[in-house]
């Protein structure tokens, strides 16, 4: 058994009796890990315990090959990010970043996927409310993108003819991404203009358009390209929670 010190990212805990509970971390040095926390939450109660979901510190960690949890021996958090909880949009994105992490990152360390997610619940966290459902969008599909999933806009994904800027579009959620108008659209394919092309090439990269319209319109589409294309069919339950969220923006923009 090694102990391993590293960077880690606390993305969801759960109670696994009166004093212990079993965490998930995404960490720098060894990908996503489950671990057992025994004792942590009797030194809770005491004001002594470890930090909260999507906290972000240092994990020292008994690991030994095989187990499907290791033995947390510390976790000094840095970072507590207590500010995702001020509103439920918050709160949400940083629910959808965990769950595509938990879902489809391997045990396997990759450098830039913690840096996504680190800097993307920062950004959420800081962010004033109104750039929050953008920021959301960045980091979910930013970390789409890293995973190896990301859509194809620069391409007719049906015939391979480079898109012009000004092209009109359908994106083709089976294919995974755009088809040109040299292509005659499939049933129930959505409408992709230049402006929302462009906009969705911003947030494959992880940038936050600062006048992003169609918000209902852009969760709609990462939630059925997730659901498609890493998820088998399932859809991320964070989603229900940013509806009224999506509902609300509509309502304004038809005030503008």
Known sequence: MAAVTTAAILLRAHPYSESSR???FYTRALGLVGAMARGVRRGASRGQGGGGAFS???????VRDNRELQTLQEFAPA??????AQDMSRLAGASLAAELVLRHAGQEPHEELYR??????DRLEEAPSEAVPAELLALGWAIVQILGFGPELEACVACGQPLDAGAMGWFDLQAGGVRGPCCEPPQGARRVGPLARQQLGRLFAGE??????G??????????FTAFHLLGGRRLDSFRFLEPVAAGQQDAEAED
Request: charged fraction near 25%; aromatic fraction near 0%.
């Open 215 to 224: 918000l209902r319109a852009h969760l709609s589409l990462l939630d059925d």
């Open 208 to 213: 936050a358009p600062p006048e992003l319209r």
């Open 79 to 84: 970072k507590s990010r207590l500010g995702l």
């Open 56 to 62: 972000e510190g240092v994990a020292v960690l008994a």
């Open 116 to 121: 996504v997610l680190s800097s993307g619940l």
């Open 22 to 24: 079993v965490l998930r």
